[in-house]
């Protein structure tokens, strides 16, 4: 006897009641659990967005928001940390928990539960939906991999973290890490 598995959607995720959708992400139709981060996790992304926000609110640049679900592909994924730029501001809607566009930027922060080819793997999925930019951070050899049009690179202690999305924007790889101990 035959069973069918009945693979979730972008519509039925947004209409899970938050206790189910919380701490979830929607993979090829299945809900996947992504709580449980530590407060090294933590307060690298409170850094971020408190450093990103104030920057680019000072600008007007966009949007930094934190933890944010967008449609990629039919997948409703929430990076650590997110920007998108002016032009996409119309898009948000509100009382949405997942955004039918995609960030131009999105952060994501290894956890021990993540493995390195589910991260390439995200990665990818962010790009190929038309993500311009992804970084990932490693709390464990504490680098910073960017991907973007301009080539991929791993970055370390004094290099400059900046991204051409957010000009102007810049910190040292090192600085991050610094609420680690």
């Not at 090829?28 to 926000?53: K, M, Q, W, Y």
């Not at 007007?60 to 994924?77: C, K, M, P, S, W």
């Not at 949405?96 to 390195?116: G, N």
Request: glycine share 6%; hydrophobic share 40%.
């Amino acid at each position: 006897m035959a069973t069918t598995t009945t693979r979730l959607t972008i519509e039925d995720f947004e209409r899970l009641p938050d206790e189910m959708a919380e701490g979830h992400e929607l993979v090829d139709g299945e809900l996947i659990d992504v709580s449980g981060n530590t407060p090294n996790h933590n307060s690298i992304r409170d850094l971020l967005i408190a450093l990103l926000l104030l920057f680019v609110r000072e600008r007007r640049l966009g949007t930094v928001i934190g933890e944010q679900e967008y449609d990629f592909n039919g997948n409703a994924h929430g990076p650590d940390v997110s920007f998108f730029g002016v032009e996409k501001q119309p898009l948000l809607q509100r009382d949405k928990r997942v955004q039918k566009f995609v960030p131009d930027l999105a952060i994501e922060i290894a956890s021990a539960s993540d493995t390195f080819n589910s991260l390439l793997r995200k990665k990818e999925r962010y790009r190929s939906c038309g993500t311009r930019e992804v970084w990932i951070i490693s709390l464990e050899t504490r680098e910073v991999l960017v991907y973007s049009d301009r080539g991929d690179r791993i970055l370390r202690a004094d290099a400059e973290l900046a991204s051409e999305l957010i000009p102007g924007f810049q910190i040292l790889v090192k600085l991050l890490f610094e609420t680690m101990g």
